[in-house]
């Protein structure tokens, strides 16, 4: 038998365990509103669609950092049927009955059901270690560490492997915390990564839905002639909006600088106003802190906002200064040189760019979808 083909879309997963926003984004701007739909037309609304779908995410980034989860199906698929069957069992268990469940929005993939079973058994396992953690706090359990790593005599071990062959919960707990000694040995790291991550998901998830409008679930022959009709004004509109924009990519990401003793207070109202979108209001701010402190990190979220504000000629000097040196920022400002000429409609000119990337670059699933766009 040939070795399982990992589907190109491993990369949203690889994006969840690095808690790369743009990659968070793209799945809540691609990806939710299906579920939301599927939930609202279940008896659902927004706010259950919102929290299951904050549920499956978390589930995702756990088994993602685990590396032991590969995509061989398109993440659409695999991460809508996570979402209903989450929504299906919540009304399973609180008992609700009268529910029309609409079965024709997604065709049933083999291949994501047998994801959809390791990912549900991965977390049973979970919520085991989870249980375990709690039990026992920061100490590992004695008896598995010693069995592990050969501390135990003859008589010890056979007596512990006698009670594994008798105690089914026992060697449930064993198997276990074999499978999840890395997250043991490493839980406070783990926990706090796991923290940031949900506290960035809280902030991408409240941003596309606080201004969605209220949605009516819809019947289905009602949704069919919805369908129907949207059908015919893409097709009407189609060959006037072939290009990308540059809405789709701009997703700048959270600004957190380390305050120093000069310019702090600059610094801080800098941060503060980019971080809500306030780019006019953070240039001068950033312009005050760069006269006397130039640091990459400072220029390029300096560059971004003079790109917000469709500054052209001076984010593109930041970008290119940037992308000629070799600080951590160098790859980062290239793309914003790209999402620049791209903000401009130069088209030729994002492609040139692009094409010069690293295929190292944390984002460059989103450099790839961007050129292939470009085509």
């Known amino acids: 038998m040939g070795q399982t083909k990992i589907h190109p879309d491993q990369m949203y997963l690889e994006g969840l365990a690095a808690n790369d926003s743009a990659i968070i984004q793209s799945i809540y701007k691609k990806y939710v509103p299906k579920?939301?739909?599927?939930?609202?037309?279940?008896?659902?609304?927004?706010?259950?669609?919102?929290?299951?779908?904050?549920?499956?995410?978390?589930?995702?980034?756990?088994?993602?950092?685990?590396?032991?989860?590969?995509?061989?199906?398109?993440?659409?698929a695999y991460f809508f049927l996570l979402c209903k069957r989450k929504w299906l069992n919540k009304f399973k268990k609180t008992g609700s009955r009268g529910v029309t469940i609409t079965e024709d929005i997604i065709s049933i993939n083999e291949s994501a059901l047998e994801l959809i079973g390791q990912t549900e058994d991965f977390n049973v396992r979970q919520q085991l270690y989870d249980k375990m953690c709690n039990k026992l706090g920061k100490k590992y359990p004695e008896l598995f560490e010693q069995y592990l790593h050969g501390a135990m005599t003859v008589a010890e071990r056979d007596n512990f492997t006698k009670r594994l062959?008798?105690?089914?919960?026992?060697?449930?707990?064993?198997?276990?915390?074999?499978?999840?000694?890395?997250?043991?040995?490493?839980?406070?790291?783990?926990?706090?990564?796991?923290?940031?991550?949900?506290?960035?998901?809280?902030?991408?998830?409240?941003?596309?839905?606080e201004n969605k409008p209220k949605v009516?679930?819809?019947?289905?022959?009602?949704?069919?002639?919805?369908?129907?009709?949207?059908?015919?004004?893409?097709?009407?509109?189609?060959?006037?909006?072939?290009?990308?924009?540059?809405?789709?990519?701009?997703?700048?990401?959270h600004a957190s600088f380390s305050e120093t003793a000069n310019n702090s207070e600059a610094l801080k109202?800098?941060?503060?106003?980019?971080?809500?979108?306030?780019?006019?209001?953070?240039?001068?701010?950033?312009?005050?802190?760069?006269?006397?402190?130039?640091?990459?990190?400072?220029?390029?979220?300096?560059?971004?906002?003079?790109?917000?504000?469709?500054?052209?000629?001076?984010?593109?000097?930041?970008?290119?200064?940037?992308?000629?040196?070799?600080?951590?920022?160098?790859?980062?400002?290239?793309?914003?040189?790209?999402?620049?000429k791209l903000k401009q409609k130069d088209y030729a000119g994002c492609k040139q760019i692009l094409q010069t990337m690293s295929k190292d670059y944390e984002r460059y699933a989103l450099v790839k979808e961007l050129l292939d766009r470009l085509k």
């Open 165 to 209: 062959a008798e105690d089914r919960d026992l060697t449930l707990e064993f198997e276990t915390f074999k499978e999840m000694e890395w997250q043991l040995k490493n839980k406070l790291e783990y926990d706090a990564e796991r923290q940031i991550f949900k506290e960035n998901l809280a902030k991408i998830s409240e941003a596309h839905f």
């Open 35 to 76: 579920v939301v739909m599927f939930i609202m037309n279940n008896s659902g609304d927004q706010e259950h669609a919102r929290a299951v779908v904050q549920e499956i995410m978390i589930l995702l980034f756990d088994h993602a950092k685990a590396g032991t989860l590969q995509l061989t199906c398109p993440f659409d």
């Open 216 to 253: 009516v679930g819809l019947k289905p022959w009602y949704l069919a002639v919805a369908l129907s009709v949207a059908i015919l004004v893409g097709l009407f509109f189609f060959n006037y909006n072939q290009n990308p924009v540059f809405g789709d990519y701009n997703n700048p990401e």
């Open 269 to 340: 109202k800098a941060e503060m106003a980019y971080n809500k979108k306030r780019y006019n209001d953070a240039i001068p701010f950033f312009e005050t802190v760069l006269q006397k402190k130039k640091t990459p990190e400072i220029q390029f979220f300096y560059g971004v906002s003079l790109l917000e504000e469709s500054h052209y000629l001076k984010a593109e000097a930041i970008f290119k200064k940037l992308k000629e040196g070799d600080s951590l920022y160098k790859e980062k400002a290239t793309w914003y040189l790209a999402l620049c």
